[in-house]
């Protein structure tokens, strides 16, 4: 069992930044691709950027050139940081991992952009 714990999560204007993780922990052999996904109110769950275990990222079209995932792969952990925020940039932002073929899921932390 794979544990995916998010952190980095708060309230930022709009302009701001912030720099989510999100650690895996439990009986971990290897973790290929690592990724963020967010669900806003009222919206359905959407891609934000993965990354694979060699670095090849991939990004939502709302996440270009303002996001950037990047990972650890001795830690397990996978960060997002997310410049020149907006506020339609507010929802859950949930951490995800392919392990040994097996997808898991984190609880989720919330980023408010306020205007």
């Known amino acids: 069992q794979v544990q995916l714990v998010e952190s980095g999560g708060g309230l930022v204007q709009a302009g701001g930044s912030l720099r989510l993780s999100c650690a895996a922990s439990?009986?971990?052999?290897?973790?290929?691709?690592m990724g963020w996904t967010r669900q806003a109110p009222g919206k359905q769950r959407e891609l934000v950027a993965v990354?694979?275990?060699?670095?090849?990222?991939t990004y939502a079209d709302s996440a270009k050139d303002r996001f950037t995932i990047s990972r650890d792969n001795a830690k397990n952990t996978v960060y997002l940081q997310m410049n020149s925020l907006k506020p339609e940039d507010t929802a859950i932002y949930y951490c995800?991992?392919?392990?040994?073929?097996?997808?898991?899921w984190g609880r989720g932390t919330l980023v408010t952009v306020s205007p």
């Open positions: 439990g009986r971990i052999f290897r973790i290929n691709a």
């Open positions: 995800n991992a392919d392990h040994d073929g097996m997808y898991y």
């Open positions: 990354i694979t275990r060699s670095g090849i990222t």
